[in-house]
C-alpha cells in the first residue's frame, strides 16, 4: 500500500528542503535514500504550482544540439532512459512530427541531419530510431498536415508523462518510504541561524497555526518562482529569478487532430509550438513564452494567448478551425528561470538549471534555480553530492538510477495492464484507468473498493474514476484538501470541466468514508470552485471569450 503522511512535528533534520515541486522531491528523494533524515516543506501541495503547468514532456535533448551542448544531450538521453525503464506505468514513448516548411528558422535538411546525429548519440537508447517521414507517408499518416501544404518532416522520438501528477506522487512516497518527512500547506516563516550559518527553519504549523522550529544542518530553497521570497527571509540579496509566463489550453479531438505530437513554429515568431495528444482523448496546445512581471500567486491565460495558440494550431492544420469556445480550460504559471534583467526574447533565457552553495552568514544555505522533469534526478544527485560534502559523510553511488517507482509493475506495462483488467471485478473502464494511473499501486485501490460496495461506485462518469480513489487519497498519500484529491492524487480534474460536477459528491463521500467533518467539506467545494477559475474554465463561463470572471 502506498503510503505518505503530509503532517508531522520534526523537530530536528539533516536537511530540510524547502519546496515540493519537481525539484524539492528530487532531492529529498535522494536523500532520504542515502540514509539522511530530510524533511520537506511546501506552502501548498505536493507539485501544486510550477510543476503542475509543464508541457509534460521527457525530452531527450534534441534541441541542445543546436547549440552543441553535448553533455546535456547525453545527460537528457541517459535521464529519459531511466525513466522509461524505472517508471514505465507514468512514462511513455512519444513519437513527435516536426514539419518542415520554407518559412521555419531552420531548414528540413538541418534539422534531418539533427534526428540523424541524435540517433548516433544515443545509441542503445529504448526507443526507435528518428526517422525523415516522406511526401507519400506524410500524406498516409498527417493528412491534416499535409494539407496545410507541408511536404515532408521528421520523425523524432521521445517520451513523455501525461499525469505528471502521479509522477510527483509516487517521487513523495518513495522518499516517504525511506524515512523523509513530507509537510504540506505549511508555510516558511523564517530561518534559524547559529554560530554565524544557516541552522534550519521556522514555520507555521498546519493544525495548531503555531509556529514551530525544525533544525538542520543543510537548507536547500528549492522553492522555484518563489526562491527570491526565501532569500528575502534573509535580508536583502541579488535577485535570482527572472520568471517568464506559459500557458496551455486544452480542447477535445477535432477535425484533423494528429495520434502523433506536432513540434511546430509559431508563425508569429518561429517560437517552438506543440499539438500534443494528451489523457483520455483531449489535447494540450501549447505554450507561450512571455516576460513577466505580475503576482506568481495568480496566473491566469489571457486573451491574447489564447488568440495567439489558436492562430499556430488553425495555421499548422487548417481544418480544425478550433475557435476560444472549444477551449475547454487552460493552464498558466511562471517559469524559475535565472533573472538576467530585461530581455526582449524569452526563448534566450537558459533552462539550465543552477545550484549556488551560500557563504558568510548564508552558510548552510543551498539554492536551486531552474530544473525540468527530464533531469529532475540528475539534479536531485548532484544537490546530494553537495550535501555529502557538507556533512562530511561518504559519497554512494545513487540508488535512483534503476530504483522502480513504487507503481511501477514487475512485468511489462501492456501485460501487466491486461492481467488487471482481466481478473477485476470492475468496469473495465475504471479498472483500466486504475491500471494507466497507479501502475502495481492499483491493486491497495482495488482491494479498498472491495472493502465496500460503495467505495467501488463510480464517482465521475466521464473518466470513470471510483470512489475508493479518493479515499485512498486522504488515508494513504497525505491529501488535505479537495484540490490536493481530485487534481493531484486521482486526477480527476483533468476531465472536461475541472471536476466541479463531481467535487459536492466527492465532497459528501470524504465526509462518510475519510472522516471530514461536514462544515470542512462544504467549504472545501466554494475553495475548491475558487481556486480552479485560475484554470478558466468553460464550466464557468459567462463571458464569450471563454474566461472565467
Known sequence: MSTVSTYAAPTTADV?????????????????????????????????????????????????????????????????NILLRTAPHLVKPYPMLIPFSKSASRPGWLLSCGLVLHDVLSIGKRLPLNRIVFSSRLKREWPSVAAGGVKWGGLFQDAHVPVTERFAIELAIDASRH????LTHTPVTGLLHESGRVAGVRYRDRLSGEEREVRASVVVNS?????????????????????????????????????????????????PMFVLPWWDGKYMIGTTDLPYT?????????????????????????????????????YSGVRPLPFVGDVD??????????????????????????????????LGEEVLHRIEKTLGVEHRASSTRRAPFPGAPAMPMVRFRKAFVDRSVLPVRSAARLADLYGSLAHGIEMLAASDPALAEVIDDETGAIAAELVHAVRNEGAVTLEDVLLRRSAIALNSDVALSCAPRA???????????????????????????RFAPRALQTSPRGMAP
Open 507 to 533: 465532497a459528501d463521500l470524504l465526509v462518510t468514508h475519510a472522516g471530514w467533518d461536514a462544515e470542512y467539506a462544504l467549504g472545501e467545494v466554494r475553495r475548491y470552485r475558487e481556486s480552479v477559475r
Open 16 to 80: 530540510v528542503v524547502i519546496g515540493a515541486g519537481i525539484n524539492g522531491l528530487a532531492i529529498t528523494r535522494e536523500i532520504a535514500r542515502r540514509g539522511l533524515h530530510v524533511v520537506m516543506i511546501d506552502q501548498d501541495d505536493i507539485a501544486a504550482r510550477t510543476s503542475a503547468i509543464s508541457t509534460r514532456l521527457i525530452h531527450g535533448g534534441l534541441k541542445y544540439l543546436e547549440r552543441l551542448e553535448v553533455p546535456l544531450v547525453f545527460e537528457s538521453i541517459r535521464e529519459r
Open 294 to 330: 505580475g503576482s506568481i500567486d495568480d496566473v491566469v491565460i489571457d486573451a491574447d494567448e489564447i488568440d495567439y495558440l489558436l492562430r499556430a494550431v488553425n495555421g499548422l492544420l487548417p481544418g480544425a478551425g478550433l475557435t476560444p469556445d472549444d477551449v475547454l480550460w487552460s
Open 345 to 378: 526574447n524569452p526563448a534566450s533565457v537558459s533552462r539550465d538549471s543552477e545550484i549556488i552553495s551560500h557563504d558568510g552568514d548564508s552558510a548552510g544555505l543551498v539554492t536551486v534555480i531552474g530544473g525540468k522533469y527530464t533531469t529532475h534526478r540528475a
Open 223 to 271: 522553492a522555484g518562482p518563489w526562491v527570491d521570497a526565501v532569500l528575502d527571509l534573509e535580508g536583502g540579496h541579488p535577485r535570482k529569478i527572472g520568471p517568464t509566463k506559459g500557458s496551455h489550453f486544452v480542447v477535445d479531438r477535432f477535425e484533423g487532430a494528429p495520434e502523433t505530437c506536432i513540434f511546430f513554429e509559431s508563425p508569429d515568431d518561429q517560437r
Open 179 to 182: 524515512g523523509a518527512t513530507v
